[in-house]
């Protein structure tokens, strides 16, 4: 060991990338399919018979973050105030007035966020 003293590094170095691919490998297997093995429903695997309940889980999963969770608002408006129409909603989604992303949801989803708003404000 006198003579060769990086060997022993070397080697470790050898086994811990190995280590790290191998690994790498494994951990791309387990994916975001481990909430279900626990008994738990992934969100966007949860179906909705009621439109207004789907669209306060994509509210809640997208936009409560920025408008609140009570529609109440944050750093964007609040939208708890009423006097928007379904067509007011549905161009704010897809148009993204301000700071607010365009297309944040889109189709059936941004249909049943507006009804749920429209809801909430009854």
């Known amino acids: 060991m006198?003579?060769?003293?990086?060997?022993?590094?070397?080697?470790?170095?050898?086994?811990?990338?190995?280590?790290?691919?191998?690994?790498?490998?494994?951990?791309?297997?387990?994916?975001?399919?481990?909430?279900?093995?626990?008994?738990?429903?992934?969100?966007?695997?949860?179906?909705?018979?009621?439109?207004?309940?789907?669209?306060?889980?994509?509210?809640?999963?997208?936009?409560?973050s920025c408008h609140g969770g009570d529609l109440e608002g944050a750093s964007g408006p609040a939208l708890d105030s009423g006097g928007h129409s379904e067509e007011d909603i549905l161009s704010a989604i897809s148009e993204g007035p301000g700071s607010m992303p365009a297309d944040l949801v889109t189709g059936e989803d941004a249909e049943a966020v507006a009804e749920y708003i429209l809801s909430e404000n009854q």
């Open 2 to 64: 006198r003579g060769k003293p990086l060997y022993p590094f070397a080697l470790t170095a050898i086994l811990g990338i190995g280590l790290i691919i191998i690994l790498s490998f494994v951990g791309v297997n387990i994916g975001p399919d481990t909430a279900t093995e626990n008994g738990e429903e992934n969100e966007e695997e949860q179906e909705f018979d009621d439109p207004i309940e789907l669209g306060e889980s994509v509210y809640q999963q997208n936009c409560a």
